[in-house]
Structures are given as C-alpha cells and as structure tokens.
C-alpha cells in the first residue's frame, strides 16, 4: 500500500483485533473519527480552510485566475486539483518529484468534484472560447495519521463553499486586493463525499490511522454525491493487490448512504 513497513506481528495482531470488531481508538470498524473545519487559513486566496480528522491534518487553498479555456470545453471554466506531500506531514514522504501519492492525492479528489458537476463550470466563461476563470485547488496535508484523500476531499468542500470571485477590472485584468461577494457559482443541491474502504484479511473498515493503513492490503475509494434523492457514484479507484468480492462490494453499497449522511450532517455544521 505504501513505501513504509509493518511488521508481521503488528499486522497480524490489527487483523485479529478488526476480525472481532475491534480498534485500538475504540472506534467500531466503521466509524469516522471527529472531525473539525476552520476558515480563512490564507489571506492570499480566494477562499481557504482546514480540516482536522483525528490527528490528520489538511489545508486546502482555492485562487482564481484567467486564461483561455481548454480546447475541448470552450464553454467552461477551468478546474485544476494538486497536492503537495512534504516530509512534514508523514516519515513515508519525501523531497523530491512527487511519487505515487503526491499524483493520486489531487486526482481523486478531481474526480469527485468534476464527476459531481458541483462547480458550475459553465458560469465560469467570461469570453466564449477565449477567457475564462480557472479553479486551483491546492491540497496541503500538514499531518498525515491516515485516510488523508477523505480528510482533503472534506477540506476542498469546506473551502470551495467560502470561495469569493475576486474583481475584474475595466481591462479584463484580475484585481486581487479589491474582494466582491460573489461566490464561486456551486451547485446548491450536491457537493461530493469520499469514502475510503480498507481491506485487511476479512476485514472492511473506515477512516483508518496510518498505522491501520500501513496494515491494510488494498483499498477502495468512492466520490459519492446525492441528486434528487439519489445517491450518485463519481468516481472510483481501487489501490493494492487484496481483492473485494461481491458480497463485500454489496455491503459496501449497503454502507455508503447512510455514511454519507452521517458524514454530510457533520459538515453542514461547518458550512
């Protein structure tokens, strides 16, 4: 699952322990640790916010600028996710170009926010086919104790709803220092969630520590949104070699809907 290893021992006593429900936080093998979100991190952009999942701990950065559209979407706005995994958030990284995380990161949360349509990327277009607003979102894990692509997805939310379009002026240039309140045009009836679900022996859980993590064998991870009542798969991605059955994938689908409120009910308080 990663570049750091676990021992034999420890590993074979986190299986034993998930086999009889059980965790060393006394979590149930389902349970989300608390989480928090503040605001107004950065002063620099556009809207900002950080997110803490236990002891695991994200900013996230929103700017806007102006360019031309992508040639394969004249009439949108432009969306780009990335991520940035420093040695200080986590022993398992280090400096240098980014490695298979640091790529995965941003585009699992991409695919969540894109496949949800949240961002109306349409009201974004200042000239069709030659200006429009671009959304970067930048992703800053500053502690890493595990399941940060759920922890970042919550914070990329969080941000994008407190995000403001900065002012243009008569030239079409950005003007950064003068704030407007206008928000960054969201859809109001779905924002996405991401569920991560780890895989050891026989074994699904949720919202693992990094150590939990580091034991796992695979993991599957799901952008859900809900649309006219509907629960919505995004985006998927599966990671490491252990496989999922049928039944396991049923439960799963059983699962997501009501973690997807508890989790929604949760943010919402933030928002």
Known sequence: MSSMEISSLAKENLRKMFSEGKRFDYRGLLDYRDFEV?????????????????????????????????????DKGNLMVSGDLLPIASPRYESGPPGFNAIELPRLVDRAIRGSEMIDLKRLV???????WTVIIDIYPINDDGNIV??????????????????????????????TKN???LSEETAPLSFSFYKLGDSILLDPTREEEEACDSRITF??????????????????????????IAKIMDIIPKKFEELNKKLKKFL
């Not at 996230?60 to 992508?70: C, D, F, H, R, S």
């Not at 969080?158 to 240039?173: I, Q």
């Not at 859900?224 to 509907?230: A, D, R, T």
């Open 38 to 74: 503040t605001y107004d991190v950065s002063n620099k952009a556009e809207g900002s916010a950080r997110v803490k999942l236990g002891k695991t701990e994200i900013v996230v950065g929103i700017k806007l600028t102006v360019g031309a559209p992508y040639p394969d979407s004249k």
């Open 126 to 132: 200042i000239k069709e086919g030659e200006k429009v």
């Open 150 to 179: 759920d922890a970042a997805t919550i914070g990329v939310i969080a941000a994008l709803k407190k995000t403001f379009l900065p002012t243009l002026d008569s030239e079409g240039n950005v003007d950064y220092e003068t704030k």
């Open 183 to 185: 928000k960054l045009p």
């Open 223 to 248: 952008g859900i949104s809900k649309w006219e009542g509907q629960y919505m798969i995004n985006s998927c991605q599966k990671r490491g070699e252990q496989t999922l059955n049928s039944e396991e």
